[in-house]
């Protein structure tokens, strides 16, 4: 596992893999489990009234840092995996754009 991190981290996981199994399922699944513990454990119901997804200004502190560290985390290892990539240039930009967009995205945290 520790294998597997590592080699994300430094860009060696094909891009593919690494924009849709990490960037997108296992970051989805980061969000919902944020999502869990901001309801179960820190007993935040104030998601009632819109989706968790669009206003994440209602989390924690606490929840707020993952959500930056991990974003940061994927955001490195995806881009690194598009500057190894050796295919089509259209994919490299597609990505270093939606990363991009994601980190300028990340403001909404604190300002949404």
């Known amino acids: 596992m520790e ?6 981290w ?5 891009l593919w893999r690494s924009y849709w199994l990490i960037g997108e399922l296992l970051n989805a ?4 489990l944020i999502f ?6 820190f007993g935040n119901n104030k998601f009632t009234s819109s989706l968790p997804f669009l206003d994440f200004s209602n989390f924690s502190v606490i929840s707020k840092l993952l959500i930056i560290l991990w974003t ?3 955001t490195v290892g995806i881009w690194r995996s598009a500057e ?3 295919g089509s240039i259209i994919w490299i ?3 270093f754009l939606f ?11 604190f300002f949404g």
Do not use: C, M
């Not at 294998?3 to 994300?8: A, V």
């Not at 699944?29 to 919902?32: A, D, G, Q, R, V």
């Open 84 to 86: 190894n990539y050796r």
């Open 29 to 32: 699944l980061f969000i919902l």
């Open 3 to 8: 294998n597997l991190i590592r080699r994300f």
């Open 36 to 41: 869990n513990v901001e309801i179960y454990v």
């Open 10 to 14: 430094v860009g060696k996981i094909s």
């Open 72 to 74: 940061s985390f994927i």
């Open 99 to 109: 990363l991009s967009y994601r980190i300028f995205t990340l403001r909404l945290i």
């Open 93 to 95: 930009v597609a990505t």
